[in-house]
């Protein structure tokens, strides 16, 4: 694996930096108490200012500040007109601009295009606090209140649409938001080592647009550089012949992609291009992209090297206030009250699921804090947190279990262009001991003053179940009444095109689960959560999902439907209808079906809510039309019944049922536990977990 300097090897010397302010300022008051004229760096977010690790705004501000800048804040400013933006006066250096934790489109709207009328992300749950397509609108201000600074672009809304990607909510191809904002840089991914970088050389005069070499970042250009050579990759009817990213050069080589034109022409190519992005994902092999747009390129750089675990120790060890900026007042921020007694152990992941942004984001190297760090976190939240009652509400990350997990060769790791490391099986090469993690477990629970640590972010379970030692400890001392885990389908037809592994993963963890339960003395229940309408999806598997559910005795309230979110995997199967999984050609591609229309859509969701008889009709007539009349009918081997109960509003459920909360993917899931069973315990907030759209992990210019 490549090497990198350590991110705080350009930490200035503690006499000539200035002492951390309690809250990056967020007014002209705020400075002037500060003692500053000017500020080198302001961040607009859209995102409510919270100085917690888990939000990018404060490490991205806290970072800098490491290295002696003066950081501002403008948070969810009014973009109606410039003037909000002049707010702190003009940045010294440059502009940072995020749409914040999430892309904004997804945090608007639903899978179905409907407008929420909530952002969990703003006081008191309040919408309509950020613009569409945000960092577009704030850069368009931001170069109004003062054109000549430059803008530099991050987060996830930036991350996944760095390249020409499918709009759901247009449903067009929409060009690089580079392209479209005019800004002079783009971070992707985890950006602390590339904004250091450009903080840095634009402290010794250097404009972000002439950094062209900086890893996780895109820039402009108008022609290729001196030195460099293009592998022409824009097209699959006459491609150039393949070439190693090991070969001679290769760390001076380009790979052309379809251009925005072409994608937006051809699907065919779209999916191509897809699946070249994603297999130039590695650190340790990826070359730069190219894309043409119009008469310039967008030109991405290879993705940042990851950040070894003394690095990750110093980012979570900054000086953060652990709050919301008391200008919030007594607000309510739903996603400040979900991870402020919550602790992120680590970031990436390696599963790979084709519809979750978190792989190409953050990438499928596992990046670790230490267990000094972790535990020290865990005693600032006792400490200084206001209102912990002894109760830890996650100790996670993007996946709960993945914590140290790594390839046992570096040399190996640092070739490999497989998409998954545990799909379609779990790779040879990956470690999958969990004992540093249940080490860990044990040591945070003897921390004095901690009465329970819950696990609620979202559990690998094909790596737990080799790993009996770790079944049994998660059980026995972190699951409250429930545990939530993802099968996502029951079908081998959607689990494919998902990256997911097959149910017999989880009749084996169900059962390995019930013996820790039983041995523990306790009443748990695992609780499956699935998606509907994902591409590959047919009528017949989502029925077949249902019947699972019946015979389960799962009754789902609030389901996902699948959202084509910008440049993954799944969204490339979505809009070509081809496999990016697999080679992409004219002829001989496997075609992917989806459930586009309305009908068919609500047709899968309401396969997951077979119980809810505001649904009986439409499952009705699709269960005539697959000639599976038998599932009509009064008793418990029928899915539905014949009748249909007056004025059928009213959602009854069987006695004993009692419904419970899980979220996944920015939607609540109330979700029934088998028929005549009722919980053991309360429903916790460890036993909850966290939307994947309201993850603090995927965070603004540092982004995770």
Known sequence: ????????????????????????????????????????????????????????????????????????????PDWSSAEPFKILGKPRLFWGVTGGNMDSMVNHYTADRRLRHNDSYTPNDEGGKRPDRAVIVYSQRCREAFKDVPIVLGGIEASLR??????????????????????????????ERAIIEIAQRALKGESPKAMTDI??????????????????????????????????????????????????????????????????????????????????????????????????????????????????????????????????????????????????????????RSEGSILREIEHIRDKTKGFTGVISDMGGPTANMYRL??????????????????????KNLNTDHSSLVQLYRKARAVPGVKKIHIASGLRYDLAVRNPEYVKELVTHHVGGYLKIAPEHTEPGPLGKMMKPGMGAYDEFKRMFDKAAKEA?????????????????????????????????????????????????????????????????????????????????????????????ENWPILREALKRMGREDLIGPGEEHLIPGWQPVGATAKPREKGGKTFLTQQAGQGRRVVPPVGKAPGAKPTAGAGGKPSGMKPRQTNLKGR
């Open 406 to 427: 790594a390839c046992k060769d570096k040399e190996t790791e640092s070739v490999c262009r497989r998409p998954s490391c545990v799909f379609p099986d779990i790779c």
């Open 1 to 76: 694996m490549l090497a990198a300097p350590n991110l705080f090897a350009h930490r200035p010397d503690r006499s000539v930096r200035p002492k951390a302010a309690p809250f990056l300022p967020m007014s002209r008051a705020e400075m002037d108490r500060l003692g500053w004229d000017q500020c080198d760096v302001i961040v607009v977010t859209g995102d409510a200012y919270i100085d917690h690790p888990s939000f990018g705004m404060a490490i991205i501000g806290r970072l800098l500040e490491s290295q002696g800048l003066r950081v501002g804040i403008i948070a969810q």
């Open 521 to 613: 003395g306790k009443k748990l229940y695992l609780i499956p959560y699935f998606i509907a309408a994902h591409p590959g999806t047919t009528d017949e598997d989502m029925m077949n999902l249902a019947l699972w559910l019946k015979r389960n005795g799962f009754k789902a309230d609030q389901v996902q439907t699948f959202l084509p979110s910008p440049m993954s995997l799944a969204t490339a199967m979505y809009h070509s209808e081809r496999n990016p999984l697999r080679p992409v050609r004219r002829v001989g591609s496997e075609i992917v079906s989806s459930a586009k229309g309305l009908k068919q859509r609500r047709l899968h969701k309401a396969f997951l809510r077979y119980h809810d008889p």
């Open 215 to 368: 890893r996780g970042t895109a820039i402009m250009r108008s022609s290729l550089p001196d030195g460099w050579t293009v592998v022409d990759s824009s097209s699959i009817d006459d491609p150039s012949a393949p070439v190693s990213p090991r070969a001679a050069g290769a760390d001076r080589m380009a790979v052309r992609l379809p251009s925005f034109e072409q994608v937006t022409a051809d699907k065919v190519l779209y999916a191509h291009a897809s699946r070249v992005l994603h297999q130039e994902s590695n650190p340790g092999n990826a070359r730069a992209l190219v894309q043409r747009h119009g008469d310039r390129d967008v030109w991405l750089n290879p993705p940042p090297i990851p950040l070894e675990t003394n690095e990750m120790d110093g980012v979570y060890d900054l000086s953060y206030a652990r709050a919301p900026h008391p200008s919030y007042g007594d607000a309510r921020i739903p996603a400040w009250e979900m991870i402020r007694f919550s602790v992120n152990i680590m970031r990436g992941c390696f599963g790979g699921c084709s519809f979750c942004s978190i792989t190409e984001h953050e990438g499928r190297i596992i990046q670790s």
């Open 162 to 191: 760095r390249i020409a990607q499918y709009d759901h909510w247009s449903e067009k191809i929409r060009r690089s938001v580079l392209v479209d904002s005019k800004a002079d840089m783009l971070v992707y991914g985890n950006a």
